[in-house]
């Protein structure tokens, strides 16, 4: 699977953003998807998460309520709408998908995007 994460940018404290993610190469349907964001000097951590065919949903417990993924098998492509954003959401976000389940270990995802940047202005 191919990944290509797009959207990222600058954006005020408080302000909104969405991810795109499109997919091409294997069937896009038979794969969990993530958003992963890495900030400097920092490890790359989970976002959320949501399973194969968009029924589930997982977050990340200190972004549940400001970040959403969402999906649409027929484009190929998984979203991520991220609200009321802050500073420390500033990071580099990747798209991933895998066949973990419900686990969202970096190590487990089988394919990565190149990420796309989000900087949070104060």
């Known amino acids: 699977v191919q990944l290509q994460a797009s959207g990222g940018g600058l954006v005020q404290a408080g302000g909104s953003l969405r991810l795109s993610c499109a997919a091409s190469g294997r069937t896009f349907s038979g794969y969990d998807m993530g958003w992963f964001r890495q900030a400097p000097g920092k490890e790359r951590e989970f976002v959320v998460g949501?399973?194969?065919?968009?029924?589930?949903?997982y977050h990340a417990d200190s972004l549940k309520g400001r970040f959403t993924i969402s999906r649409d098998n027929a484009k190929n492509t998984v979203y991520l709408q991220m609200n009321s954003l802050k500073p420390e959401d500033t990071a580099v976000y990747y798209c991933a998908a895998g066949r973990s389940g419900s686990s969202w270990y970096p190590a487990l995802m089988d394919y990565w995007g190149k990420g796309t940047l989000v900087t949070v202005s104060s």
């Open positions: 949501i399973s194969r065919s968009g029924a589930n949903t």
